[in-house]
């Protein structure tokens, strides 16, 4: 017991974790909760909609992953300059992360005039391609919003001002509920526009936020301290610096999403049914696995701060109990896959045909006993992973990922699926294998310490 108080109280311990980390808990929560009403609402319009609302908003979010990866490591250069007491540099890397974000906008443009051809390559039913299409392009409109709100969050998380990142994005997700249930189904005097509908909420919400974040970054107690106006000319040495360190993080971002978006596509060559399940439990475990998100960057935070103030063994200290953390609640979560799965799944069938979503159903109870394997081994991933890029050791990071997705998770899905014909429990089989084996690969790098001596910035 006194080890327990021990560990609860002293300086990296589980209260030091939390006070950061709650916040952010709740504010990736948020995000999620946002996603499963989202996906609710569209199982409740038709299977097509929910069918095909995974794979276009996963597509859309994993071509957004680089930039939101890079903008959003801004996070742990403001942290390591916090810890080392370099205020003047803040304001001047929160803007280039700015700067970086409207490259995102450029891309997605020009994205758009290829959505069909993309969902046609995936071999979709045509009424499931088509509703895809539609969504992809729409949220491709406004992708420059999540990458600037990442560089702007980016700052308040490096501070350690968390609860500001949480009410922006508990406002947001609030306002884009409404909106989905004015939106898909007609409510409140607006057309009835389906998944069109989701898609523009989410684009609206999205941009109410970003104008939130700039408001608050501009306010008098950051700009004179902090030089969140004064820094805003563009920097080519901190730019540089930015993308340097910040690049890796991105190309893994965009890597592990695009193995599990790609995933997803080869799901809906099965049959309708399997893509519909395998898109419910997806969201499912989003709902229950993106607070643990919010823990890592509570992590890579403490990591970074500590590493500033040339602190290694606080940051390591710090790891270890977010690891804790977050191993007890994946553990609960597990529970709850396995012993409660209709609780979870039941909701998205409440207005469906239940001929049509008894073999939906009956997929989710077998898919979310795989979830609830894996998701024990991502607390490792997480924490481990988020510790690594809080040093800037985004390099390995980066590597880790492209070898195990591809290689376990990735071409054998293709080839169970595409060449052999496989049932979707194989591919769901590779997946689970690839968060595993990537698990104790972070593990293994934290381990060894390499990270200890690492740093973004000049001190």
């Known amino acids: 017991m006194n080890k327990l108080q021990h560990r609860w109280s002293c300086d990296g311990g589980y209260l030091t974790v939390l006070k950061i980390a709650v916040p952010l808990i709740l504010s990736t929560g948020a995000y999620s909760v946002q996603h499963f009403i989202d996906r609710m609402f569209l199982s409740w319009y038709s299977a097509e909609a929910i069918a095909a609302a995974m794979p276009a908003s996963i597509l859309n979010f994993t071509l957004l992953c680089f930039f939101i990866g890079t903008a959003s490591f801004v996070s742990t250069?403001?942290?390591?300059?916090?810890?080392?007491?370099?205020?003047?540099?803040?304001?001047?890397?929160?803007?280039?992360?700015?700067?970086?974000?409207?490259?995102?906008?450029?891309?997605?443009?020009?994205?758009?005039?290829?959505?069909?051809?993309?969902?046609?390559?995936?071999?979709?039913?045509?009424?499931?391609r088509e509703l895809e299409s539609q969504y992809f392009v729409i949220v491709c409109l406004g992708g420059f919003f999540p990458v600037v709100s990442g560089a702007i969050s980016g700052f308040f998380s490096g501070l350690g001002?968390?609860?500001?990142?949480?009410?922006?994005n508990v406002a947001a997700t609030a306002i884009n509920i409404v909106l989905d249930y004015a939106m898909i189904f007609g409510n409140f005097g607006f057309p009835e526009w389906g998944i069109r509908g989701a898609a523009v909420a989410t684009v609206i919400s999205s941009f109410i936020g970003t104008c939130l974040f700039v408001v608050l970054m501009l306010k008098p107690e950051y700009r004179k301290p902090y030089g969140t106006w004064s820094g805003r000319g563009f920097n080519r040495n901190l730019f540089g610096s930015l993308f340097k360190f910040g690049a890796p993080a991105g190309v893994q971002f965009f890597?592990?999403?695009?193995?599990?978006?790609?995933?997803?596509?080869?799901?809906?060559?099965?049959?309708?049914?399997?893509l519909a399940a395998t898109n419910i439990t997806f969201n499912i475990s989003m709902l229950c696995f993106m607070p643990m998100v919010g823990l890592g960057i509570a992590i890579s935070?403490?990591?970074?701060?500590?590493l500033g103030d040339n602190n290694p063994e606080k940051a390591a200290f710090s790891t270890w109990s977010g690891t804790h953390i977050s191993f007890f609640y994946m553990f609960v979560v597990a529970f709850l896959f396995i012993a409660f799965p209709g609780f979870f799944l039941s909701p998205f069938g409440r207005d469906a045909d239940p001929a049509v979503f008894k073999p939906i159903f009956d997929y989710g109870v077998i898919l979310l006993r795989f979830v609830a394997l894996y998701t024990l081994f991502d607390t490792m991933n997480i924490t481990f992973s988020s510790a690594l890029k809080g040093a800037g050791d985004t390099q390995f990071v980066m590597?880790?990922?492209?070898?195990?997705?591809?290689?376990?998770?990735?071409?054998?899905?293709?080839?169970?699926?595409?060449?052999?014909?496989?049932?979707?429990?194989?591919a769901w089989g590779f997946a689970t294998a690839y968060v595993v084996l990537l698990a104790l690969v972070f593990m293994v790098r934290f381990m060894k310490g390499n990270w200890k001596t690492m740093s973004v910035i000049r001190t």
């Not at 935070?301 to 500590?306: A, P, R």
């Not at 590597?399 to 014909?421: D, Q």
């Open 255 to 274: 890597l592990d999403m695009l193995g599990f978006s790609l995933f997803i596509l080869l799901v809906g060559r099965i049959g309708t049914s399997e």
């Open 301 to 306: 935070v403490l990591v970074g701060q500590s």
């Open 399 to 426: 590597k880790a990922i492209v070898l195990v997705s591809w290689l376990v998770m990735v071409i054998p899905t293709y080839l169970a699926i595409v060449v052999f014909k496989q049932h979707l429990f194989i």
């Open 161 to 168: 001002r968390t609860w500001t990142v949480m009410w922006v």
């Open 77 to 128: 250069f403001v942290a390591q300059y916090y810890g080392a007491k370099q205020f003047e540099y803040i304001g001047k890397i929160t803007w280039q992360g700015i700067y970086f974000s409207l490259s995102a906008m450029v891309v997605m443009l020009l994205v758009i005039p290829f959505s069909d051809n993309i969902f046609e390559l995936a071999g979709h039913p045509p009424g499931v």
